[in-house]
């Protein structure tokens, strides 16, 4: 699950619009008479966003007719603005062209201009991110709350260090840098993890959504790896470029369509 932004071209457009009126149509009809046959008209397909690499960074996962950002911690809509101590996200960086809807399901994109101050706006967090310090905060949360939490009794240290170890010998197929969380705790990675640089108690991350889990857990502050860095600084370059190929699209076709979802 994540925000997701694509491109469209004004006849892919067109073509969706198409789709998305002979499906109304369709089931129009079937509700008004669920008896009657299917209609036999083949129906217009729908178009999917081409997707168009980065010319800096092919191999990325953004590119130059779709962005996305993860609900997780890593998404960049969370890591950049913990990176950088400023709310400087997607919504933001797109604000010259979105204005301040919360959600822009569809923007018809006509206006070279603004999309320079989008494109220097990515830019500059792209620098911002390239400038910091990238710290970020993490939970010691076990996955459903202390409530549910699978060891018996809160356990001592040498019970903390031997079940990391079972979880070594458990994952030793597949060791990596990666982390995860059980109902026992998380797992930061068994190669080199997280830097690590301070620890306080804080709140729950699952109490604002779940008051009966409102309860206290350690919460880390950590430095993000140069490699990690790296990568949000591409994605922020990467939105630079999106709005070069919209660019392009309008000056072609007069105008581009950019859809939000998520």
Known sequence: M??????????????????????????????????????????????????VPSKKYPDHLFNRRYLRSSYNEGGFNRAVPDMVGKNHDLYWIFEPVIGSNPEPYHTVLTN??????????????????????????TTADCMLGQREHQWQQLPTEDEVLAWYREEQKRERNQLSDGGYTTAKGTIFGFGK?????AATLGRNSLGAILPGLNQSTAVLVYRMDEETKQSYIQSAEIVAEFCDEASELIRKDGSAHMHWSG
Not at 112 to 137: F, G, H, M, Y
Request: hydrophobic share 30%; glycine share 2%.
């Open 193 to 197: 993890g997280i830097e690590i640089l």
């Open 112 to 137: 070279p201009t603004a999309l320079e101050r989008v494109k220097q706006r990515a830019l500059n967090v792209a620098q911002d991110i390239r400038d910091s310090d990238p710290l970020r905060t």
């Open 2 to 51: 994540g925000l997701d932004i694509y491109l469209y071209t004004n006849d892919e457009q067109q073509s969706n619009d198409a789709y998305e009126k002979a499906s109304e149509e369709y089931w129009q009809v079937w509700s008004d008479k669920p008896d009657s046959p299917e209609k036999t008209a083949a129906k217009p397909k729908y178009q999917s966003s081409v997707d």
